[in-house]
């Protein structure tokens, strides 16, 4: 199982593991991580799950997609080149040790 390490505006840590296959934001709300909310459940509709790639692994998740995930974390406060929407991150071997921080505006 994928491990990954979510990080508040704060600098709390969580550190949770998620199924191969599920969103980052699942995994948080999974394991009750503070400041992902994932209100629109998922589909990239709502930016309450906006976290910021640690730079060492944006090769890895890739940048945020064209279409929607673009245009909603354009709607969102503090986006920048690293941000992407957990919800649209799906964890897999792969991301084992993903670091995701998460923006001042979401505590």
Known sequence: MPKLIFITS???EYAVEAQSGVSAMEAALDNLVPGID???GGVAACGTCHVYVDQTWL???GAAQEGIEQ?????????GASSRLSC???MSDELDGLVLTMPESQH
């Open 10 to 12: 704060d600098k709390q």
């Open 38 to 40: 994932g209100d629109c």
């Open 59 to 61: 090769a890895k998740t």
């Open 71 to 79: 245009d909603m974390l354009s709607l969102t406060d503090n986006a």
């Open 88 to 90: 649209q991150i799906i």
